[in-house]
């Protein structure tokens, strides 16, 4: 692949690290602080759109876009697909966020109203649009990669890919911050319409023209020609798949939890104003992930993707271990400092794992990359929503944000070390070999009857 469209497909990212960064840090600020949802609501919301790959939405568009072509492109209308939802569903969210009718009341009081409140329903409906867009998209573009990217530049790749996501975040929330200092609902929309416009236009610079038209399709059939119901079996019965899919669950659960967590732990335990911690936790936490995304993208095909990922694991760990320190003392010199030490180890881990899943995918990348990113959007989903309702359950026993949170912290910890006791049990040669052993298992049976 030419480096210009190398450098494009890189760019892809941007527009999401905008959406993103505006779902997870203001917007979800705003609902929980400023509305006063409840952090259960709030971030079950938010976890909505990891739902839908839950229910094989990855998973069958991976093997669709492997079987099947759209005007001689296999993954671009895909992604394309994605994008366009994605955008309709952040440009719609802010106003109805405050279409929301329970906020305010106490968690105990708003269950009766749940089935009630109609604005909330259409929040629902679009966090799934946004759900449904974003893994259509995802799952395509790295199979995009997978397919056009020699396996020593994928570290590079998904490096500068992750670390432009990142970047843009970070720019996009410190701009947001400031703008938002004086503070409007109308203000709110204008800026999902904003970013919802610069993401549309970066994503399509981005991806059109990437992917050759007719590149090799009778290869393509032939080699990709499992139906979605044996491609579900040929993952569900191999037990290297299934362990490289388990580890994906506990790295990113380890790397994501945190993510909807940071602003509103910054609200409710040291009391910053929203400008303030939109400033804060992306710029540094962020920042710092960052460069060692960056970093550590380049050096993977040297030190190899797990001792990334091993590295990223300890800082992870003591990174969190150091934000509980900093909440119990109220300490904001040492919260910065472990935001930095977090953010290295978010950085490492991050774009160790996604090359690891990009690599391991034994000449199928639509249907394995699917199954990496249900693995994936399992763990975000639980992590989102899981902190959200453990956030609340310790609050309603202790009356403490900060012993809530911590909660919260104290299972990322406990992740990354889980992760880092799988990780050696990992191996991209025996998996390829089990792949091929049952696909050809499968094929003889087909054969035989």
């Known amino acids: 692949m030419k480096t210009f469209n190398l450098v494009r497909l890189a760019l892809f990212q941007m527009g999401f690290g905008i959406m993103l960064g505006f779902l997870h840090d203001t917007l979800n600020r705003v609902m929980t602080t400023d509305l006063g949802i409840s952090s259960t609501i709030v971030f079950g919301l938010i976890s909505l759109k990891e739902l839908l790959a839950i229910f094989g939405v990855k998973v069958w568009a991976g093997n669709l876009s492997d079987r099947s072509r759209l005007l001689g492109y296999r993954r671009t209308p ?13 440009v719609l969210s802010p106003s109805a966020a405050y279409e929301v009718k329970i906020g305010g009341m106490a968690f105990q009081k708003m269950l009766p109203l749940l089935l009630t409140d109609v604005g909330l329903w259409k929040l629902c409906f679009i966090f799934l649009l946004f759900g449904f867009g974003l893994q259509v998209a995802t799952t395509s573009y790295y199979a995009l990669i997978a397919d056009t990217v020699a396996e020593k530049h994928i570290g590079k790749i998904t490096g500068a890919s992750w670390t432009l996501m990142v970047l843009t975040t970070i720019i996009a929330t410190k701009t947001v911050g400031l703008y938002l200092d004086v503070y409007t609902p109308e203000r709110l929309n204008k800026v999902a319409d904003i970013g919802g416009v610069i993401a549309l236009v970066v994503g399509l610079v981005a991806i059109i023209g990437v992917e050759k038209r007719n590149t090799d399709a009778a290869k393509a059939a032939e080699k990709h020609s499992l139906s979605f119901s044996e491609s579900v079996r040929l993952l569900s019965s191999s037990p290297k798949t299934l362990l490289f899919a388990f580890y994906i669950f506990i790295s990113i659960f380890a790397l994501f939890a945190n993510e909807i967590v940071m602003d509103p732990f910054g609200g409710q335990v ?3 104003p929203v400008g303030k911690t939109t400033q804060l936790f992306r710029p540094t936490m962020g920042g710092t992930q960052l460069i060692f995304m960056l970093l550590v993208g380049f050096l993977l095909s040297r030190i190899g993707p797990k001792r990334g990922a091993y590295f990223g694991n300890v800082f992870g760990a003591i990174g969190f271990a150091l934000v509980i320190a900093a909440g119990f003392r109220l300490d904001m010199t040492l919260l910065r400092v472990a935001l930095v030490v977090t953010g290295i180890g ?13 690599t391991m995918t034994a000449g199928r990348s639509g249907v394995y990359i699917g199954l ?37 912290f104290v299972l990322e910890i406990v992740a990354f070390t889980a992760s880092s006791l799988v990780l050696p049990h990992i191996s991209k040669e025996e998996f390829e070999a089990e792949s091929a052993a049952k696909i050809a298992e499968m094929a003889a049976e087909a054969k035989a009857g």
């Open 78 to 90: 895909y992604i394309l697909l994605g994008l366009v939802s994605c955008v309709a569903a952040f």
């Open 270 to 272: 040291f009391g910053m």
């Open 346 to 358: 978010l950085g490492a881990a991050s774009v160790s794992n996604l090359s690891m899943m990009m």
């Open 372 to 408: 990496w990113g249900t693995a994936q959007s399992l763990a975000i989903f639980i992590g989102h929503f899981g902190a959200g309702v453990l956030h609340d359950v310790i609050f309603s026993f202790t009356g403490s944000q900060m012993w809530s949170y911590t909660g919260i």
